[in-house]
């Protein structure tokens, strides 16, 4: 059993047995045939060859280590046309609730519109917000309506959103992950535990815990 679960990351780290990183794959989605865990999904800003890059997903996401669908989701800022962030964004929901995979959710001044697509489709698996830097209104609305929050390296700026959320959630609610960040999960983890006022230890049982609770890897 691994130590450490990284929840999103673009790097592979097969060699450490230590650590399971669930490796985003947002194109060249045949690579993920050799990867232990990943997660396959159109990101908002990488919709350019959609319709062929979703039947790749949908052809390879039955597979046993594809563990989420993901990240996707909707971004106010990139220069994506909305319409079709939505369009495939509910493909993608709709993706995930028909495998029982769990979502790893891009969203950027959208909070509301992911929500209320969530809503609108029925989704039932569990969802996570990835990245997660707001603040905590955004935070509990979020958790309110079940979905789980996922840190990264903003927990090492102490201005920031994340350190305070972490701060105040319940244990049963978050997740760490490195994304693209030049930081280790083992890093996340030791800065989560000071933001806790907890030990590392504590930090690893409870995200382990919320990894079975959500991917049913028990």
């Avoid at 969203?107 to 990835?130: Q, W």
């Avoid at 509990?140 to 920031?160: E, T, V, W």
């Amino acid at each position: 059993m691994p130590t450490y679960y990284n929840i999103h990351s673009h790097r592979q780290n097969n060699e450490d047995t230590d650590v399971l990183s669930i490796v985003n794959f947002a194109r060249d989605f045949y690579a993920s045939a050799g990867v232990q865990a990943c997660s396959l999904g159109l990101h908002p800003w990488y919709l350019c060859n959609h319709n062929d890059d979703f039947a790749q997903i949908k052809a390879l996401a039955v597979n046993s280590n594809v563990l989420a669908i993901g990240e996707c989701g909707l971004d106010k800022v990139c220069k994506t046309d909305w319409a079709l962030q939505n369009l495939l964004f509910e493909q993608q929901i709709k993706l995930a609730n028909e495998l029982r995979k769990p979502l790893i959710v891009h969203c950027v001044r959208a909070f509301d519109e992911v929500s209320n697509l969530l809503i609108k489709t029925g989704s039932t698996v569990p969802v996570i917000l990835h990245g997660y830097n707001k603040k905590i209104d955004i935070a509990r609305k979020m958790i309110s309506n079940g979905y789980y929050l996922s840190f990264g390296a903003a927990l090492h700026h102490p201005s920031s959103p994340a350190a305070t959320v972490l701060s105040r959630i319940g244990p049963d609610r978050f997740f760490l992950e490195t994304d693209v960040a030049a930081v280790s999960i083992e890093q996340v983890y030791k800065k989560a535990a000071e933001i806790r006022n907890t030990d590392v230890d504590t930090i690893i049982l409870q995200v382990r815990n919320n990894f079975h609770t959500v991917f049913n890897q028990l």
